[in-house]
């Protein structure tokens, strides 16, 4: 992806444009250092660290606030906003025809909800089956959700309606620093022969951070196994490609032990399931679950939690009223301690209670090759013929026992610590930024990240970098938007792009559906 024009500074810059021992032990930066490093330095209000769906959502925004294309520059690695939800959902055996967990209202192409992906669909296929669904859901109707490819489809007409790629400059971020005088540095390691010098500055007023999970998170018995061993073809975790695990159960009877109770466990089953139905794979499935739910659960009357077989049962992530309703208002009233406590009390493992793979189960349950366990693994080791032991100690009796296998998917999550990620760690150390209750960024009610301050600049933060701020779902589409919404608002007030009321949100709506440009 080739670079706005202009955007590594002006020519003739020499000098050798890295990091400097001053610099690297600074937390203020002034212009002199970074000219003294010989660092080029490029000049832009807005810059967006990450580049994926969170960077798309709040640039969308604040194009639809009237902000120009040359007044905001997106930092990112990626070819594209949805490469990396892309390549996760597609290793979690989410494949473009599959839905996701996402309502018909949550769209990152459309702040305005309408006409909803359920509309598009039923549109696009000529059936009313998307709108019979919505109106009975969830009484009647499981809850209707978008297929994958409909919402890359819709990123990318809007991607090219706002023109986001003469915003993207590619490159690997490095820091940000806040700036003597005011603003940001931020520091990029642009694509080999793109630039004269190791490293770019970009000096910015606004920097928002939208990097998501830094890598792949392994439960740590597991982790233990394969640092020891170097098995990372028997041990996998579902969110990094791991086809083989499928073709090799394919092609002869084996046994594979699943580890977790969120979404992408179900998804995962389902997938070793439909290879049974549709490829005669024999596969014996040994679920191990670290909690068993064996019903209704957690809260009061009104607010019990649906479970069974071993699985919790929520639509989404949080009941819907943390997007907009009394959740949504306790949360934002909540300090420290008490709100760490109401994230677990409506939070947790769960998934969507969809009939296609409980049945999947159940039949599992009756024939016998799909088998469940509760308790904590206590050594992971190989085992003879090729095989991996898992040593499971029963929560019930006590009992410990081996449980051999030929594959173990690890489906427990993704990587959330925040310094994982070297921006993060840097912005922690240098930055001023502090942590939250639940470990994660510590951001106010506008998504500022506490402690950052660079007068009159602000760093910030969407996403899953911030769980456990005033609002619970940042890390949904909806999630991102809303949380665009209070930072468009904010800066605005800052004089950065336009205030979005009625009548400016009508008409950009309109030139949305023509196509036009913001």
Known sequence: MSAPAGAWGGPGVGGPGDLTPQLLDSPWWTDDLVAQAGIPVTDVPFVSVGGGIGS????????????????????????????????????????????IRSDSTSIPDNIWGFPSLAMRELWREKTLKPAWNVLTEPILADYWTPKLGS??????????????????????????????????????????GAATTRRVAVRARFVHLAVGYPGVKFLPDLQTYRAQYEDTFRVVNAYEPHEHVYDELIARPGTV???????????????????????????????????????????????????????????????????GGQHWNQCRALEGAERAAFYAKIGGTNTPRRRTWLRQLARGRKEGWYRTFTGTVE??????????????????????????????????????????????????????AGLGPLGRLDVDRQFTVRGTESEPGRVYATGSMTLGGYFCGVDTFLGLQLAAVDI?????????????GVARSVSQWWRRMRWREP
């Open 56 to 99: 798309f959502v709040l640039v969308d925004l604040l194009r639809i606030a009237g902000v120009e294309p040359s007044s905001m520059r997106v930092l990112t690695g990626a070819d594209y906003p949805w490469q990396q939800y892309e390549y996760l959902t597609r290793c979690s055996q989410i494949p473009l025809t599959e839905r």
């Open 151 to 192: 919402i890359f489809e819709g990123m990318a007409k809007e991607a090219a309606r706002i023109g986001w790629t003469s915003m993207v400059l590619p490159g690997q971020v490095r820091m940000v620093r806040r700036r003597r005088g005011g603003g940001y540095f931020v520091l990029l390691t642009p694509p080999e």
């Open 488 to 500: 468009v608002d904010d800066l605005a007030r800052q004089g950065f792009g336009r205030r979005i």
């Open 257 to 323: 032990v699943v580890r977790g109770s969120g979404i992408v466990a179900s998804r995962v089953l389902q997938r070793l399931i439909d290879d049974r139905d549709r490829h005669g794979a024999q596969t014996t499935i040994l679920h191990i679950f670290r909690t068993y739910v064996s019903g209704s659960h957690g809260g009061s009357v009104f607010s019990r939690r649906k479970g069974a077989h071993g699985w919790a049962h929520q639509g989404f992530n949080y009941p819907k009223s943390a997007w």
């Open 379 to 432: 050594q992971v080791r190989p085992g003879p013929g090729g095989t991996v032991v898992s040593r499971l100690a029963e929560t019930a009796t006590g009992s410990v026992y081996d449980v051999p296998a030929s594959f173990i998917i690890d489906c427990t999550g993704l990587e959330a610590g925040v310094r994982e990620h070297r921006v993060m760690a840097d912005l922690l150390d240098h930055g001023g």
